[in-house]
């Protein structure tokens, strides 16, 4: 019997080869992974160790080395819908409200009665709690640091909003003002004190952490509401390998494009703070099927917030562990440092420390290092700041706002500053490849854009060599048929006999004519099927 079985799958798989060697198939470019296909079960929850994380990442080499292209990008090189990430303000522009509303579906805890409090906690410089609403919903409260009010509430609501209209899935995350009288103890309510043991709650516990908080002239705390996310929450996950128990999770977490360019999208809003710990996997329901949705959760630590305090000045410049700039510190007695030494930063308490002057997005540093990050390659990052030069001005002013800086002066330049940190994402990193792009067909032609000339990054005409080619899909083998110049923005005529022939599959590759030996290798090759019309199936970058 197993010998028929193992038969059979055999022929089943040579009869498969031909199709699995194609670099085409004919549902290409996929816009959605059906990474929910399978029912999940019950999977275990994952407690992670902060300290074990910090010391795996930063004293071993966990993941995939050396890199290779990003296992999960599409034929476009876009990165399809699924249950880590939904395409959003990169590919289909979204509206002002739409930005500023974010991943909120509601205005928030329900006010019509009190808030109970189900559990406390008292570590750190700034306490919390976590309510249920009259409506039954969780919500774990944050409060800002004493010396910092506004700091770390209005960095954790802007940078969510930032990272929901990137595409990640992050919770609902509210601006929340409240009494003491508007909040009671629950009865089963468990509170945890240094290191002792978790105890039951009283009203004089929640008084005591209140006293540590600031309150306002009215009397109201302010403090940032997160929604529980929908499902059952199993722990966080890991920037490398696979998760065992989820059939679905089949990629290496390093070789995901979305989790390699999140360095990018860190960089820009200091998220310095994007480790495992703040992570999350929930188990949610779909169609009868149960699977596992990905969350990115705390944004405490963003902008110039450390969270409990103002973010340190080493944030984003080294490593927690990092050894050579402090050996070099010494062996030259001071004379060499970081430049993140010399930084100066406005006395603007509800900023902390954050600027753009200085910053570098090459050199860019989370609290240790990334097994993803570390895997990024040209292309991964490329695709990034695309979506990082798709938030204009206006934008960033607008999801700026939604932080409730009562300060004007402060909120003018937490926008400036993240206006200027986007601009030199967008100039270094479109720098790396032949940024080329906005392919779109056009009466048997395909133009394309500089995105460098777009957003006045280079002014200079530039002048590209076309190689038109038929693709054989089986050999991956290009055979030129001819050759041209362009420039962006014109149309660039497919030769008649591309179209005549009826070849399957044909493109172009572009080069830039000026870039010379140093940059010879920088190319874009656009491969097109013929359909009824032509379509475009394929890009593919070198550098």
Request: glycine letters at 6%; a negative charge.
């Amino acid at each position: 019997m197993f010998s028929k079985l193992y038969l059979s799958l055999a022929i089943v798989l040579c009869a498969w080869t031909p199709a699995l060697a194609q670099k085409f198939l004919a549902d290409d470019p996929l816009t959605v992974d059906r990474d929910n296909a399978i029912n999940v079960g019950e999977p275990k929850r994952i407690k992670l160790n902060d300290y074990y994380d910090f010391l795996e990442n930063t004293f071993s080499s966990p993941g995939n080395h050396p890199a290779k292209p990003a296992a999960n990008a599409n034929t476009l090189g876009e990165v399809p819908d699924s249950s880590w990430f939904q395409n959003r303000h990169g590919r289909t522009r979204m509206s002002i409200e739409d930005l500023v509303r974010g991943p909120n579906t509601g205005s928030g805890p329900c006010m019509d009665g009190p808030w109970v409090v189900i559990d406390a906690k008292t570590e750190g410089i700034t306490p919390g709690f976590s309510i249920r609403d009259s409506r039954g919903d969780i919500y774990v409260i944050k409060f800002d640091p004493v010396r910092n009010p506004e700091m770390a509430t209005s960095a954790e609501v802007i940078s969510t909003k930032f990272f929901y209209a990137i595409g990640y899935n992050v919770p609902e995350n509210y601006l929340v003002y409240f009494r003491r009288q508007e909040l009671r103890v629950d009865g089963q309510a468990h509170i945890s004190v240094g290191l002792g043991p978790d105890r039951h709650m009283t009203e004089t516990d929640l008084d005591r952490l209140l006293a540590y908080v600031s309150v306002g002239r009215d009397n109201r705390y302010r403090a940032v509401a997160s929604k529980v996310v929908e499902g059952h929450p199993i722990g966080p996950f890991k920037y490398h390998g696979t998760r065992p128990d989820d059939p679905n999770d089949i990629i290496s977490h390093e070789d995901r494009r979305e989790l390699r360019a999140l360095r990018v999208f860190a960089a820009w809003l200091n998220h310095d703070d994007s480790r495992s710990v703040n992570t999350l996997d929930s188990v949610v329901e779909a169609d009868g099927r149960g699977f596992i949705r990905h969350y990115l959760i705390d944004f405490g630590s963003t902008l110039g917030s450390g969270s409990v305090q103002a973010q340190k000045p080493r944030a984003g410049w080294e490593y927690m562990w990092e050894p050579k700039p402090v050996v070099r510190r010494m062996v030259t007695l001071g004379l060499w440092d970081s430049p993140w030494v010399r930084v100066h930063y406005p006395n603007l308490p509800s900023i902390g420390r954050f600027e753009s002057k200085v910053f570098t997005p090459q050199d860019w540093k989370p609290e240790y290092p990334n097994p993803a990050s570390l895997n990024a390659l040209p292309d991964d990052s490329y695709w990034a700041a695309k979506i990082v030069m798709a938030f204009t001005d206006d934008e960033i002013r607008a999801i700026v706002h939604t932080g409730g800086l009562t300060d004007p002066v402060a909120e003018r330049y937490l926008t400036e500053t993240l206006i200027e940190r986007r601009n030199k994402i967008g100039r270094y990193y479109f720098n790396q490849v032949l940024a080329v792009d906005g392919f779109a067909l056009d009466e048997n032609g395909v133009r394309f854009e500089y995105l460098p000339a777009q957003y006045d990054f280079d002014t200079q005409r530039k002048q590209y060599t076309l190689s038109w080619f038929r693709f054989d899909n089986v050999k991956e083998e290009k055979v030129i048929v001819a050759s041209d110049t362009a420039a962006p923005g014109s149309t660039l005529q497919i030769p008649a006999e591309l179209l005549r022939d009826n070849t399957p599959y044909f493109g172009v590759e572009i080069r830039d004519s000026e870039a010379g030996n140093a940059n010879d290798a920088a190319a874009v090759s656009v491969f097109m099927r013929h359909m009824s019309p032509v379509q475009i199936v394929g890009i593919d970058r070198t550098w």
